[in-house]
Each structure stands twice: as C-alpha cells, then as structure tokens.
C-alpha cells in the first residue's frame, strides 16, 4: 500500500503540480486511498506542524536577507573587499567568492546570493576581460555557501525536522561554507590560468585612503550581522529564533540611521517580497506534516532503513549511497523541500549506522545544495541564466570543474568530520 504514497508523490510531480501541492496531495492520496483514517488529520497534522517557535526564524531571517539587500550591502561588500585583493591575480573572480562568502551569511539562502551578487558581478566581470559564461559559473557555485554558511534555512528546516540543535547545526556549518568559498577560489585561479587570462591595467591603480577608509567602515557594519547571530547563539545569549529577531532590528538600524538608505516606500517593498517568500517555504513546510504522518504510518522509514541495513554493514558505503542519492534528489527539488522528503526516510538509517545526525544534516544541506547547480535542471542554474542571459549548455561546460572540486570537498566532509566537527562542541 506505500506505493500510493510514491506513486502519488512521483505522478504530481510529473503532471507539473505545484511542489507544496505535491507534498500535501501525495499524503492525502494515500490517507484516503490506503487507510481508514478520518480526514480530519490532515488539518490537524498542517496546524500542528507550523505550531513550533524555532520556525519563527525562517519568515524573520528572509525578512532580515531581503533588508540587508535593500540597504546596498552588496555594493559596499564589493567596493571593500576590491581594494583588498587589487593586487591578486584575478582579482574581480575572487572577490565575487568573497562576497558571496559575506552575504551567505546574512540571506540564508543560495537563490538570494545568487540574485544579490550575480546582477552586480557578473557585468563588472566582462567589462574587465572575463568570460560571461565563467564569471556566472564563478558566482553561481559561490552562492551555493547561502546555504549552509549560518544562518542558513536549509539548516533550520533540518533541525525541526530532525529534532535536532539548529545551534549545533549553524556552527556545523561555518567550516564546510567557508571552505566551499575557498575551493572555489582554487578553481577560479587554476581556470584563469588555463585560459590565459590577462588582467586590465586600471585592476593595479593606486588605493586612496580615504576611499579604503569609508569601504573599511561599510564592510565592518554589514559583516557584524553574522557575527552578532553567531556570537549570540555560541555564547548562549539567544536562541536561533531570537537572533533572527536581533537580525531584522539590526537591519533596521542599518538602513535606517547608519547608510540612511531605507524609506518607508521600500519597508513596503521588502515586506511584500517576505511575505511571498516566506508564504512559499512556510505552505512546504505545513505540507511536510501531512506527508511525514503517511510516511509513518505506512513505515516506509523503517522499511528503507532496514533495506539500507541489509544491503551493506558499512556506515561509509551507506554514505556513498546517500550522497548519490541526494545529488539526483538535489536537482529538480530545492533543498528546503527535499530535506522534508528525505530526513524522515533517510535519518532512521543514519542513527543506526552511528551516524551523528548533526553530522548527517550537514551532509545533507552540502549534497542537496550542488544539485541546486547540477547540469540539466538545477534550479540555480535557471536564476544564473535569466541573471546573465548565458545558455545552459555553456554555464554547464563551465560550471562543471567547480562542481566536481566542490563535490570532492563535500565528500572528504561526509568521511572526514573532524575536519569540521569540532566547532559545534563549542557550543
């Protein structure tokens, strides 16, 4: 009888059904079809789902992104962070991954990294020599830090799912975004060096001071946002709910009597835009109720787990596995929804192979991230494309060295943690 569930799921998604739709419909499919339960959990299982304060942080961290991009943070990250490396070869490449690096600290997502730096990168970039194609690869596998560099929406919605610390989970997930940021970074100066590239004579013009000075000031107010979440949370002040809360009243502050750039009429503008954005996450994650009940009470979970248990004894073949999975997953799904799907089959399996779930978020959130950018139908794909007007078959030829790099990172994470896992013990 579990195949209505799949059967349901995989069949909406086909038609073209909207995917908070697909999640509710294939749960209700197989409530009405394969069980006698009342319809009436189905209300209940929405209401319940969305009755929890650590989901306050989403719609407040979105609200807090979109502030911050409407006051110019990106712009004054760029101008910083550009007297910086003046003198580094390919120097415009680099700062993009830097920018990106900030930014995903303060957005939360990789779709709005990539909107926020793209639409001012990518024209700086060909003015001053790059390749289209490979300035939007560049940022485009950049923004894939917005999701796990804290705080970070996949790692919230993981952490309900999971019942596990989301504090524990953004401190997981400094090292392995920082460290996306930096193979990138090997790749740009490597591709640059294969092409040839020959950096424009204005890159090397003297720094003014005074202009170092105002850049200097910028920077340091838009990156203590990050901080003061991660400082908050490490030291026990707030809880992940409360620093987005402090998040959005430090925007505020910013735009309001710091850059002065904030009006009323743009309060109105961002709101709107938080308000749909987080409408959408927000209807997923009350679908995710409904399917997670029907994913329980036909025991699909236990029975994958069991079947993963049978196939192999080994937590690290169990983990190629996973990550195969979750690249093909990764692809048409965007994270926040995938990670509904597949923690509640997945987890089961991991916790019996000893594998600590803090651990197997962090995993999760990276793989599901590169199939946001995995070659044909990565949904970040179809945001650089109408961002830099490149065609997908050339964003996909230079896409593709990034992945791979970032993909090898990501998989010597998965086997590796102690590379990383000893920041979250901190807290």
Do not use: C
């Not at 709005?112 to 990168?121: K, Q, S």
């Not at 003015?127 to 560049?138: I, L, S």
């Not at 329980?296 to 196939?311: D, F, G, R, T």
């Amino acid at each position: 009888m579990s195949l209505f569930l799949l059967g349901g799921f995989v069949g909406f998604m086909a038609i073209g059904v909207p995917l908070a739709l697909v999640i509710i419909g294939s749960g209700l499919l197989y409530i009405l079809i394969a069980t006698d339960v009342p319809m009436s959990v189905v209300g209940q299982r929405l209401f319940v789902t969305l009755d929890d304060f650590t989901l306050m942080a989403i719609p407040l961290f979105v609200l807090a992104g979109y502030l911050m991009n409407e006051v110019g943070l990106t712009e004054r990250l760029v101008e910083f962070v550009r007297f910086l490396l003046r003198r580094v070869y390919g120097a415009l490449a680099q700062v993009s991954v830097l920018v990106s690096m900030a930014f995903g600290g303060v957005s939360g997502a990789a779709a709005a990294d990539l909107a926020a730096v793209g639409i001012p990168m990518i024209p700086q970039m060909e003015k001053h020599g790059y390749r289209r194609e490979f300035a939007t690869a560049t940022i485009t596998t950049s923004s894939l830090m917005g999701a796990v560099i804290p705080p970070s929406i996949p790692f919230i919605i993981y952490g309900v799912q999971a019942e596990t610390s989301i504090g524990k989970l953004f401190l997981a997930g400094i090292i392995p975004g920082i460290g996306i940021g930096i193979v990138v970074m090997i790749v740009n100066h490597v591709s640059l060096r294969r092409q040839g590239f020959t950096e424009p004579p204005s890159s090397s013009q003297p720094l003014s001071g005074v202009r170092l000075a105002m850049a200097t000031k910028d920077a340091l107010v838009a990156l203590l946002m990050p901080v003061i979440i991660i400082g908050g949370i490490l030291l026990g002040v707030v809880t992940p709910t409360e620093a987005a809360a402090v998040a959005v009243l430090y925007a505020l502050i910013v735009g309001f009597f710091v850059f002065r750039t904030l009006t009323f009429a743009k309060i109105v503008r961002v709101l709107r835009s938080s308000v749909v954005m987080s409408s959408v996450i927000m209807l997923i994650v009350a679908g995710s109720g409904v399917l997670n009940w029907a994913l329980a009470y036909s025991l699909v979970p236990q029975m994958i787990a069991q079947a993963l248990l049978s196939l192999t004894s080994s937590a690290w073949v169990f983990m190629i596995i996973v990550i195969v999975l979750l690249l093909i997953v990764g692809m048409p799904l965007d994270p926040v929804p995938a990670i509904i799907v597949v923690t509640p089959i997945l987890l089961p399996a991991a916790i019996g192979f000893g594998i600590d779930p803090v651990h197997f978020g962090v995993v999760v959130v990276m793989v599901l991230t590169i199939g946001l950018a995995t070659p044909p139908v990565g949904a970040s794909l179809f945001v650089a494309m109408s961002v830099s007007k490149v065609s997908m078959s050339s964003l996909s030829r230079a896409i593709i060295p990034f992945l791979v790099a970032v993909l090898a990172f990501t998989v010597l994470i998965a086997f590796v943690p102690a590379v990383y896992n000893w920041l979250p013990g901190l807290e």
